[in-house]
Nanobody
Framework: VHLEESGGGLVQAGASLRLSCAGSGPAFSGYAVAWFRQAPGDARELVAAINWSGSKPFYADSENGRFTISRDSAESTVYLQIDNLKPEDTAVYYC??????????????????WGQGTRVTVSS
């Protein structure tokens, strides 16, 4: 499975962004997909994940409703909508895919494929 992220950029605080993760390969439709982010000097952390069918979104405990993950199976794309962006959201955002039957979304080692990342910079 090949993943390619897009949609990052430089925005002001309070703006919104929609990140896209385009997947290719026949296995993608059966994979769960997650969004992680990594700020400079920090560990990679889970933001949100969604199951293979798109019916079960999952959000990391630290999130407070500003993130929305969705999946368009016809387009083989998973989206991450981020509203009311804050400077602390500045990071490289990665999408990852894997079977994750156990739904251990928090653990990077559970994923088989990763994208190259898209950078989000939020100015105050």
């Amino acid at each position: 499975v090949h993943l390619e992220e897009s949609g990052g950029g430089l925005v002001q605080a309070g703006a919104s962004l929609r990140l896209s993760c385009a997947g290719s390969g026949p296995a993608f439709s059966g994979y769960a997909v997650a969004w992680f982010r990594q700020a400079p000097g920090d560990a990679r952390e889970l933001v949100a994940a969604i199951n293979w069918s798109g019916s079960k979104p999952f959000y990391a405990d630290s999130e407070n409703g500003r993130f929305t993950i969705s999946r368009d199976s016809a387009e083989s794309t998973v989206y991450l909508q981020i509203d009311n962006l804050k400077p602390e959201d500045t990071a490289v955002y990665y999408c990852a895919a894997g079977l994750l039957y156990n739904e251990n979304y928090y653990y990077p080692g559970e994923y088989d494929s990763w994208g190259q990342g898209t950078r989000v910079t939020v100015s105050s």
